[in-house]
């Protein structure tokens, strides 16, 4: 099951060793009380999370730019919840959820002990669609980038995962070529489709319980990694 020849290991970071959803509800919850917004957090999250996960793949696609994505996510859900609030707020909150997200830091259980684990014999490195003024933040205060050769973001190389030119920008600045290299990461279409369609081996980190062909290489712990690797 060992997958040989490997000598860089391409991650995700966000839903793949960065826990997302729990760091995203504690911004809500924070920027929610310093803004006097009085809502039900329970419920507002149950709205957000799968608009956020259908603006971004409008954002992959380069059907809407990184404004519309954070106003509209949020502006969607105010209105579904029929939530009275200013536009100005919208935008305000939009700003405010960017700056304190990655003062939260919580990682998937496993993340330290893989990246310990995995840095002895592999090159590691960071592929992600993520905001460039937000993915260095939580790189630095989860404690975790000094584990990381490289980072591309997909505003340096302006396409983001699945395009092809992400991930050969990516093994150019790490030296790496496609024979030696193996991408890690959640999102089927964006990570693993977009990987393998480049001719990158994959594994996806299948913590959401997605129905997967038998021929994906998949975990649903950050330590099963080391099965493969």
């Known amino acids: 099951m060992k997958i040989n020849n490997i000598s860089h290991i391409f991650f995700d970071l966000d839903h793949t060793l960065w826990d997302f959803d729990k760091n995203s509800a504690l911004t809500f919850e924070k920027i929610f009380e310093l803004n006097n917004i009085d809502i039900n957090l329970d419920e507002f999250l149950e709205m957000y999370v799968p608009i956020n996960l259908k603006y971004w793949k409008l954002y992959r696609e380069e059907r809407i730019d990184k404004g519309a994505l954070r106003y509209g996510r949020l502006n969607d859900v105010f209105r579904i ?35 310990e684990y995995l840095q002895v014999n592999y090159k590691l490195h960071i592929i992600t669609n993520g905001f460039k003024e937000v993915q260095q933040g939580k790189l630095n205060n989860a404690n975790i980038g000094y584990y990381f050769d490289t980072v591309t ?38 990570d693993i489709l977009g990987a393998i369609n480049f001719g990158l081996d994959a594994i996806c980190f299948n913590y959401h319980n997605e129905v997967l062909g038998n021929e994906v290489k998949q975990v649903n712990n950050l330590l099963e990694l080391k099965l493969y690797l």
């Open 81 to 115: 919840l029929s939530f009275e609030i200013k536009t100005s707020m919208i935008y305000k909150l939009s700003e405010d959820y960017i700056s304190y997200l990655s003062t939260f830091n919580h990682l998937f259980d496993g993340a330290i002990e893989i990246l």
């Open 153 to 190: 973001n997909s505003e340096m190389v302006g396409v983001k995962k699945p395009n092809p030119k992400i991930f050969k920008h990516a093994l150019n600045i790490a030296k790496a070529s496609q024979e030696n290299s193996i991408m890690v990461g959640d999102n089927y279409e964006a």
